[in-house]
């Protein structure tokens, strides 16, 4: 109980760390996922790949 007394003032401070890394972490998602989807579509629409994808 008396561990719970000594972090209760401390939670306005933990708000504060929250709120750097949520955005911080919501920027690494959108940057990580554009890059990977840039690299897919121009690996995709390379000149010849189409005619190796449909060759059977």
Not at 2 to 14: F, I, S, T
Not at 36 to 54: F, H, K, N, S
């Amino acid at each position: 109980m008396a561990a719970v007394a000594r972090l209760v003032p401390l939670l306005p401070y933990l708000t504060v760390v929250a709120a750097l890394v949520v955005p911080l972490a919501a920027v690494l998602y959108l940057v990580t996922t554009t890059a990977w989807t840039a690299l897919e579509q121009a690996v995709l629409r390379r000149p010849g790949t189409a005619a190796a994808i449909d060759v059977r």
